[in-house]
């Protein structure tokens, strides 16, 4: 259960703001694409936005997840760094060494770095600095039994949604790679996966965007909404600088209005689902002025077993 500090208003708020700017961006792809271009963004809003939120809320029904600390104060400056970010890493930074590097694992290799930078460093100095510490508020209590079964039965969902709609099992039929290449790639594959993306996306859109905007918002359900929003949003400028748009199945030069439409209708429904699981396993954290004792009270008895909460969100999240 929610703190009873935290009001209705910006819960339906954010579900009408969200709502308001999913079905502009639907409209937009659907009078400017072709006949086929609301499918993607609808399967993608019924599957990711609906169907695996709610089997995310029935598999982690015995999860009992800690408070911690409010980290509302950094919640301005994590937003403002996130349209900087968004515009010159996302999108001008990674467009310059796309054509400035092109041999691999040297591009991939750079890539990452920057990522761990300004996704992970950066965001954590920002919220040490003006939540009190990132040890402070990330420290959480799990019933760390109680994961196998949102772990394994999402994860088995996410894998049957990928074998229908997504490239991977065609791509992988095209390289015609022996089972034993298989046996030992894909786990590397995965653990690079995991700090690529899974660790660098959770921890910048989950751990610092999304419990900021909770606690400033004072509700787990408006962080989740406005951070999936803006988690699409993010998107946006890489779409429309390295004109992705053939790689994600549109003909034509890309327009920033493609771009943006694309990025809320197709890609912030990921958001919502990934971001809905993290807050049912991690919890909230306490308003301002709540009761700090309860949060001391699970960090005391989680010393010993404290896990680091985005290790696992960054898991599941490779698991689609």
């Avoid at 079905?23 to 072709?34: E, I, N, P, Q, W």
């Amino acid at each position: 259960m929610f703190s009873s500090s935290f009001s209705r208003a910006p819960s339906l708020g954010a579900v009408v703001v969200y709502l308001a700017c999913y079905s502009v961006a639907l409209v937009f792809l659907g009078t400017t694409g072709g006949d086929d271009a609301w499918l993607d963004p609808l399967v993608s809003f019924g599957i990711l936005g609906v169907i695996f939120p709610l089997l995310a809320f029935f598999l982690t029904r015995a999860v009992r997840p800690a408070q911690s600390p409010s980290a509302a104060p950094a919640a301005p400056a994590i937003v403002i760094y996130l349209a900087v970010f968004a515009l010159g890493v996302l999108g001008y930074g990674f467009t310059a060494i796309h054509a400035w590097i092109k041999a691999e694992p040297a591009l991939s290799l750079t890539l990452l770095v920057i990522k761990l930078i300004t996704m992970v460093v950066l965001p954590a100095l920002i919220v040490g600095w003006l939540a009190g510490g990132v040890r402070r508020w990330l420290a959480t209590s799990w019933h760390t039994q109680w994961l196998w079964l949102p772990l394994i039965g999402i994860g088995i969902a996410m894998l049957a949604f990928q074998a229908v709609f997504g490239r991977g099992l065609t791509t992988l039929n095209a390289l015609h790679l022996p089972l034993t290449t298989l046996l030992w790639t894909a786990p590397v594959c995965f653990l690079w996966l995991l700090f690529e993306v899974g660790i660098t996306e959770e921890f910048l859109f989950r751990v610092a965007l999304q419990t900021s905007l909770a606690d400033r918002l004072r509700s787990p359900i408006a962080g989740v909404l406005v951070g999936a929003l803006l988690f699409g949003l993010a998107h946006a400028p890489g779409l429309y600088l390295r004109g992705s748009a053939g790689e994600e199945g549109m003909d034509g030069p890309v327009t920033i209005g493609w771009a943006i439409a694309y990025s809320i209708a197709v890609i912030s429904p990921s958001g919502i689902f990934v971001r809905h699981i993290v807050r049912r396993v991690v919890g909230t954290h306490a308003q301002p002025g709540a009761d700090r004792r309860i949060a001391c009270a699970h960090r005391s008895a989680a010393e010993s077993r404290a896990v680091h909460p985005d290790l696992v969100a960054g898991v599941r999240f490779y698991l689609r």
